[in-house]
């Protein structure tokens, strides 16, 4: 068992930055499938970017040259920085960790950006 908990969600002007943690209860220096996704009301829950085996980096469209995922093994803690939000990036996000054949999910942060 995994439990993540997510913070660092508020509320943010158009423009602005913030930077979400995902801590784990477990190491996860051994894991290599991780991401933070986002939903908004009405709709699905998207990638927004992803940590995968061998150390690669996707980000969906929207998050590129904006958003910044990283990992501190120490830590135990996933991150992403999310900087010039728009009002589009408003949902709620969460982060996910594979642990064997395993998807386990936080609970969310919201974050809402005001334009």
């Known amino acids: 068992q995994v439990q993540l908990v997510e913070s660092g969600g508020g509320l943010v002007q158009a423009g602005g930055s913030l930077r979400l943690s995902c801590a784990s209860s477990?190491?996860?220096?051994?894991?290599?499938?991780m991401g933070w996704y986002r939903q908004a009301p009405g709709n699905q829950r998207d990638l927004v970017a992803a940590i995968i085996s061998g150390g690669s980096i996707n980000y969906a469209e929207s998050a590129k040259g904006r958003f910044t995922i990283s990992r501190d093994n120490a830590k135990n803690t996933v991150y992403l920085q999310m900087n010039s939000l728009k009002p589009d990036d408003t949902a709620v996000y969460f982060c996910?960790?594979?642990?064997?054949?395993?998807?386990?999910w936080g609970q969310g942060t919201q974050v809402t950006v005001s334009s």
């Open positions: 477990r190491s996860i220096f051994t894991f290599n499938n």
């Open positions: 996910r960790i594979r642990v064997g054949w395993t998807d386990y």
